[in-house]
């Protein structure tokens, strides 16, 4: 009986210390959402449920949500959940113009702090919108220059929006393990401008991707002099903030809703959490979809799938 018993909690030990290693493992990756054009709420739970099969990551996503608990990315003041950033070991965030409480942006800036990984998407060069007199307003463009590379400056233009691809997307003559079978596609994002002009990337930025504008409000007005129609929409750098301690970053300026369904992006996003998380990026990524993925367009008002609740991804 002894002997059993003994033998009993060696198997325990063992079985909990495999747990525990695996627990240990299991990196917790935070997705931060309140864009109330892009439709990062329905973009965002998808990539999520890619990286929960692929890095079995722990999943934590946070919405934009009314008083009532309801998914509205119009709500500007306020996103649930961000205290799960505290033991994030990576932060995902896809915002634009969001004038959070104090005390809700704390946990964002926080988190920049650490040192720990960050990947931006699309209007993350604008994720904030706080008064210009306010003791926030350093969050509207300074703080995303430093932090992903560049902040809000213009677009190509607002055209066709949906309906066709804007933007050819080509690789940049670059050694990078995210462009692991990243091949050029089109995308359905409008050029942003990020580079060029009075304007230059800020940090130590590697160019991974380049858009070309198919149709350019800037070529009409015969300014491309100022806006070229060709402009980085991926690179990696780092950011140092005032902790002294360095994180990876990976932004890129894509992430209109139907760009998501082609694999190239859903690879790209993928590839990149892989290099952020310090993983081996596969030489040929899994990016097939979880279940389906059939976003409204992009837009303001009302053009988000009212009457959602946030979703959970166990």
């Given at each position: ?10 198997i325990l030990v063992?079985?909990?210390?495999k747990?525990a ?13 309140g864009d ?26 946070c ?9 509205d ?8 959940g ?12 896809f915002t634009?113009f ?9 946990y ?5 702090e650490?040192?720990k ?15 210009e007199?306010?003791t926030l ?6 703080w995303?220059a430093k932090v ?17 691809p ?5 690789l940049?003559e ?7 079978q ?7 994002s ?8 009075d ?9 991974l ?10 070529q009409?007005n015969n300014e ?8 980085p929409?991926?690179?990696?750098k780092?950011?140092?903030?005032n ?7 990976f932004?890129?300026?894509l ?5 998501w369904k082609?694999e ?8 990149a ?7 081996k990026?596969p030489?040929?990524?899994n990016?097939?979809?979880v279940?389906?993925y059939k ?9 988000y ?10």
């Amino acid at each position: 009986m002894q002997n059993f018993r003994f033998l009993a909690f060696v198997i325990l030990v063992i079985v909990s210390s495999k747990l525990a290693a695996q627990k240990a493992e299991q990196p917790h990756i935070v997705f931060i959402m309140g864009d109330e054009e892009y439709r990062s709420e329905e973009s965002m739970p998808m990539m999520a449920r890619i990286v929960k099969r692929e890095l079995n990551a722990k999943i934590t996503l946070c919405f934009s949500v009314d008083s009532l608990g309801t998914i509205d990315p119009n709500r500007k003041d306020h996103i649930q959940g961000l205290e799960a950033l505290q033991t994030a070991d990576l932060m995902v965030l896809f915002t634009r113009f969001r004038a959070l409480p104090e005390h809700q942006l704390k946990y964002i800036t926080d988190y920049a702090e650490s040192g720990k990984p960050m990947i931006g998407f699309r209007t993350s060069t604008h994720a904030f919108k706080y008064e210009e007199d306010s003791t926030l307003s350093r969050m509207n463009n300074q703080w995303p220059a430093k932090v992903f590379g560049q902040q809000w400056i213009t677009h190509h233009g607002h055209f066709d929006d949906g309906h066709k691809p804007l933007t050819k997307v080509d690789l940049y003559e670059v050694n990078s393990n995210i462009l692991n079978q990243v091949k050029p596609f089109y995308a359905y994002s409008w050029l942003y401008h990020v580079e060029g002009g009075d304007w230059k990337l800020n940090g130590d930025c590697q160019l991974l991707l380049k858009g070309t504008s198919l149709k350019s409000n800037h070529q009409m007005n015969n300014e491309l002099d100022k806006f070229p129609l060709t402009n980085p929409v991926a690179w990696t750098k780092t950011y140092t903030g005032n902790s002294g301690k360095t994180a990876k970053v990976f932004f890129t300026t894509l992430g209109h809703p139907y760009d998501w369904k082609d694999e190239n992006m859903r690879r790209l996003a993928l590839n990149a959490i892989y290099w952020s998380l310090d993983k081996k990026v596969p030489e040929k990524a899994n990016v097939d979809i979880v279940g389906a993925y059939k976003p409204n367009n992009s837009g303001f008002g009302k053009k988000y799938k009212l009457h959602q609740r946030p979703i959970v991804i166990d």
